[in-house]
């Protein structure tokens, strides 16, 4: 496996870019360690396969420079880099079993057919493949055929790093999470350097250590699972993570805290005086998790007309109005839901300040 490096990486399609506007991928710099599992993340047409391409040698880019534990990859081919990828769609030998189309890579390197052997048992083993090695891949439904594809990528241990782009795009939702977990337990077990591109976040944020937030072809944060959900860096990532997402709230800035709607509200301390220092707009961004949604008025509260409660079984969602806005409020199951007007609670712990789209710290 393999230490990635990306240096001032940036691409156009455009022959001659004029501006920043031309460019598919934005330049950034990055690190990933060796051993991590990686997930890009963001909407169709963030640049996610871009950037997944640069990587894996499929795509020159038109600045900056790609390194493999601190060896220069920038102009050599996906073969010259040792990479493993799996696509959206099933990349297989039809004819061949199922055996040979995992025993393929490593023959094709000379490797001594009863490590052959070893191999690909144990890597149909992890996939559940093992009943079906006899068979041709051609009578096997959609997800074998992609287990296998991801099995041609997992079988080689000598690969500087393992790409997966939107992998399980095909295949039946309940089968899904039980093909996430595999490839957890793969990671697990071999702690091999995987980079997974998707649109979906339960996808990246139950597979990934890290996870790289994407939008119109710039990074805006990589952090853990519960970094992204707790302290969202841009107001793009609160909003994209989370179902639903981060609320936001126009506010001014007064004294130590802000106000929102007319009415005042704490923030947590020094907040509001390192935000000063960076231009507007401001806003508040709290989770749905977070708020409290009662019948009096608080300290930090802000009066609000609930407009619609939805029961989701173990919780429910409350739709609220202020100022014109709506604002959703995650409440536990069985909770006393206001009937029409109630107070808003923001937890300064959890309120979150944004100036012109970005974290205040």
């Not at 047409?45 to 920038?74: E, Y």
């Not at 959609?142 to 790093?161: N, T």
């Not at 990589?222 to 992204?228: R, V």
């Not at 409020?329 to 029409?340: D, I, R, S, Y």
Request: include cysteine; aromatic fraction near 8%; glycine fraction near 8%.
């Amino acid at each position: 496996m393999a230490r990635i490096d990306l240096k001032q990486i940036a691409h156009s399609y455009e022959a001659k870019p004029r501006g920043d506007e031309d460019y598919a991928l934005k330049r950034f710099d990055h690190v990933w360690q060796d051993g991590g599992a990686y997930a890009l993340l963001g909407p169709s047409g963030c640049g996610k396969t871009t950037l997944l391409n640069v990587i894996s040698g499929l795509l020159a880019p038109s600045q900056g420079r790609v390194l493999f534990d601190d060896r220069d990859v920038t102009e050599l081919t996906p073969e010259r880099r040792n990479i493993a990828q799996v696509f959206q769609f099933p990349v297989i030998y039809d004819t061949m079993t199922v055996y040979d189309n995992l025993a393929f890579p490593l023959r094709n390197r000379k490797m001594p057919e009863n490590e052959v052997r070893a191999r690909v048992h144990e890597v149909a083993e992890m996939l559940e493949l093992s009943a079906d090695l006899g068979r041709r891949a051609r009578g096997l439904a959609a997800d074998a055929k992609q287990r296998i594809s991801m099995g041609r990528g997992l079988v080689r241990q000598d690969v500087a790093a393992i790409l997966f782009d939107e992998p399980l795009t095909t295949i039946d939702p309940h089968l899904k999470w039980r093909l996430r977990r595999k490839l957890k337990q793969v990671h697990e077990r071999y702690r091999l350097t995987l980079v997974y591109v998707t649109h979906d976040q339960n996808e990246a944020l139950t597979f990934a250590d890290q996870v790289v937030v994407m939008n119109e072809g710039r990074v805006l944060q990589m952090g853990t699972p519960q970094e992204l959900f707790e302290k969202p860096s841009h107001t793009f990532v609160g909003y994209f993570i989370g179902s639903p997402g981060m609320n936001f709230l126009a506010c001014d800035l007064v004294g130590e805290g802000a106000r929102v709607a007319g009415h005042e509200i704490r923030l947590p301390p020094g907040i509001a005086e390192r935000a000063r220092a960076h231009a507007g707009p401001y806003e508040i961004g709290v989770r749905p998790e977070f708020l409290r949604l009662n019948r009096g008025g608080g300290d930090n509260a802000l009066p609000v007309t609930v407009v619609d409660v939805e029961n989701l079984g173990n919780f429910q969602m409350a739709a609220v109005r202020l100022d014109g806005r709506t604002v959703y409020v995650k409440l536990p199951e069985g909770a006393e839901v206001p009937a029409e007007q109630g107070s808003l609670d923001l937890p300064p712990e959890w309120t979150r300040l944004y100036a012109d789209g970005r974290l205040v710290e």
